[in-house]
Nanobody, 121 residues
Framework: QVQLVESGGGLVQPGGSLRLSCAAS????????MGWYCQASGKQRELVARITTGGRISSADSVKGRFTISRDNTKNTVYLQMNSLRPEDTAVYFC???????????????WGQGTQVTVSS
């Protein structure tokens, strides 16, 4: 059984910062890409940023220069540092990871439970 546990969401004023964390645990052989998606009310889930094992990053244009994704492979953890937050960043943020588990040749996508980020004055 694999779990992704997120932390760090909350309420912040415009211009403020938050740091999200997501730790993977369980029976894990390998972790490949990790990252974050967000889903605002009434909208589809969309990519915020993802990072490969080697540190290559892809991110949405709307967050470039404001959000930074990083990972600690020794802790199976991915982070999202969110600066200069705007009201339009309000959403539920989900972490994901491509994980290969014992008995499986190919990795599968696993998702966290989601953490609410609200940007409001």
């Amino acid at each position: 059984q694999v779990q992704l546990v997120e932390s760090g969401g909350g309420l912040v004023q415009p211009g403020g910062s938050l740091r999200l964390s997501c730790a993977a645990s369980g029976r894990i052989d390998d972790i490949f890409d990790m990252g974050w998606y967000c889903q605002a009310s009434g909208k589809q889930r969309e990519l915020v940023a993802r990072i490969t094992t080697g540190g290559r990053i892809s991110s949405a244009d709307s967050v470039k220069g404001r959000f930074t994704i990083s990972r600690d492979n020794t802790k199976n953890t991915v982070y999202l540092q969110m600066n200069s937050l705007r009201p339009e960043d309000t959403a539920v943020y989900f972490c994901f990871a491509e994980i290969r588990t014992p008995g499986y040749f190919f990795p599968r996508d696993y998702w966290g439970q989601g953490t609410q980020v609200t940007v409001s004055s």
